[in-house]
């Protein structure tokens, strides 16, 4: 039997590289903007399309799916197609891929800070780019499968194992996700309400770091690390354990993120359980990579590719330790809703993923161009000021995580809550400065890398069809019989897959079906009532500014937190939110029960310039609410939508409910006006100013009729 030849497609894997260095830049850029708006808040200036709450999620966006996503797309079409000594299926897929891919970013790009998000964290892109990311993950999956099936190697290794996982893992999450019901062509209400809507998103958010920006990083570290230390990975029974029970036990840990919120108390402690289970399969990946390069430590010391690995390897061991920590109930009781958890996500973000990236970056780019890496000092002086810019990030914001934390929950001998809100804010200043020079050094390296890998491609020439021969596959009949079941899994692709789709399932319909199906879950409360129709649109402005991004509207079951914000709350509090608007930060205080805490022109002079009525604060200036009319022509389809997905509203009253809402608007003018602020009834800030005034405002009336 003769050999094959046939050649790889270099240009694809170029394509996705090229595309991981400048969205890599973009996204940090727009990172670094909004960490200096923290503590200055000008620094949007003052337009509305640039303000933190807008752009971001357009920044989590960029980095997770522009730069960490082409990165895996660069990493897998390079490792799949020598794994399996076979050319990718499919050239046009290749292509449509790509090009769809960035598309998909481009619309990112545009629709954000347009203010066009379903405000789902991780997943805010409205339902005609799900629909374009469902067709293009598809393609992607095609392909992959594709070569697969026409393989020249029989065994699938482990990294192909990763792989499998995550693009099984990452449809399921993502359609699951993204049931939601159009009003127009760029808004949409998740089908899901409240507590429902909080477990699907935390169930989909705490995943989609797993199966986005883990197992496929784990499978290109089984290729690459090998591939770069000339050695074996260290354990073929390791990555077995480690694989199967990382993709087990991964998908049952997001309610950690629920910790001490409505959610039924069982969800809560199989997320908490699960979580510490974690530390086992994570840890086995870390150990089964660094021990790769026992004996070979003189080399890494020499090698700044190897380093890079080390590092990246490290920060996936911290993270991934910390991660069931602060899951633990205590911790997280000071941690959520703090800047401690924003450190948790970096040292994974920059560190491991980050890190691996710009390995793989530097030992692959050289091989395709067929030359030397232009300068090994700049890749040196990318490993340092990066590795000093994660130091300067990360300790600062657990500084700040813990400072802050602590602070909330000081009392005074007499009993008094110690600090207001905004003095804690007002603390931690100095720690955020010092995030942004962190981030503005991390950023500077990956500016550096990209002048370094360009000099490297101009030296070069890119070899984009990279000849190569393999023997074809020996006959079925021929086939040593394996023996054990996990070999003679490894030579079926199709069960594998289905195999792996079983087993993340499991945990998945075992969490999410039950609060889905079974209404006793979630208690309703009388006295809540559907929003009227100004408040529904005031509600849609506050999701357009990003405003979930920095204040909550859940009120934990502490007496730190019902002293400052009012009574804990309540599962049938949310019946009616689609989406539910808990958020996952708190940069301001806690909204769930501002209504009638203040009066309407405290609302008007607060979103105008927040400094008139809190000295110091560092939220953006909202003064184009206004001037801005609002957009009432999409009322009545609102109202249907909604009506779909279960809230009660009366047959008809979309045909009456401008009507409903001229009238409320034209009310709290007129009370405005008593307080000499002129301003007309049709602007935004009268229906954001509404929706403020509802929040916690059913729990009250519920109060009043009780007592």
Known sequence: MQPEKFYYDNKIVRNFGIATVIWGIAGMTIGLLIAIQLYYPG???????????????????????????????????????????????????????????????????????????????????????????TVIWVVFGWNMFGTIFKRRERHLYVAIWFYIATFVTIAVLHIVNSVEIPVTFWKSYMVYAGVQDALVQWWYGHNAVAFFLTTPYLGMMYYFLPKMANRPIYSYKLSILHFWALIFIYIWAGPHHLL????????QSLGVAFSIMLIAPSWGGMINGLLTLRGAWDKVRDDVILKFMVVGLTAYGMATFEGPMLALKQINAIAHFSDWIIAHVHVGALGWNGFLTFAILYWLIPRIYRTELYSKKLASFHFWIGTLGILFYVIPLYWAGFTQGLMLKEFTPEGILKYNFLETVLRIVPMWVTRSLGGGMYLTGVIVMAYNLTRTALQGQLLANEPAQAMPLEPVSAMVKESTWHRRLERRPIQFMVLALVVILIGSFIEIMPTLTISSNIPTIASVKPYTSLELQGRDLYIR?????????????????????????????????????????????????VGGKYPNA??????????????????PNYDWLLTQDLDTSTTAAKIAALRKVGVPYPAGYERIANRDLDRQAKAIAADLAENHIRVSSRKEIIAITAYLQRLGMDIKANKTTTK
């Open 602 to 619: 405290w609302h008007y002079n607060h979103l105008m310039d927040p400094r008139l009525m809190s000295p110091g604060s560092i939220m």
């Open 260 to 267: 001490y919120t409505t959610l039924p108390g069982w969800a």
């Open 43 to 133: 620094a949007n200036m003052h337009n509305q399309y640039t303000t933190f709450g807008r752009i971001r999620p357009l920044h989590t966006n960029a980095v997770i799916f522009a730069f960490v996503g082409n990165a895996i797309f660069m990493g897998v079409y390079y490792s799949l197609q020598r794994l399996l000594k076979a050319r990718m299926f499919s050239d046009t897929l290749s292509a449509i891929h790509f090009w769809g891919w960035q598309l998909i970013i481009v619309s990112a790009l545009i629709t954000l800070p347009l203010g066009l998000t379903t405000s789902h964290e991780y997943a805010e892109l409205e339902w005609p780019i799900d629909i374009a990311i």
């Open 545 to 593: 500014e990003g405003c979930v991004s920095c204040h909550s509207q859940t009120v934990r079951p502490f007496r730190s937190e019902t002293e400052r914000y009012g009574e804990y709350s309540k599962a049938g509090e949310f019946v009616y939110d689609h989406p539910f608007l808990w958020g996952s930060e708190r940069k301001g205080p806690d909204l769930a029960r």
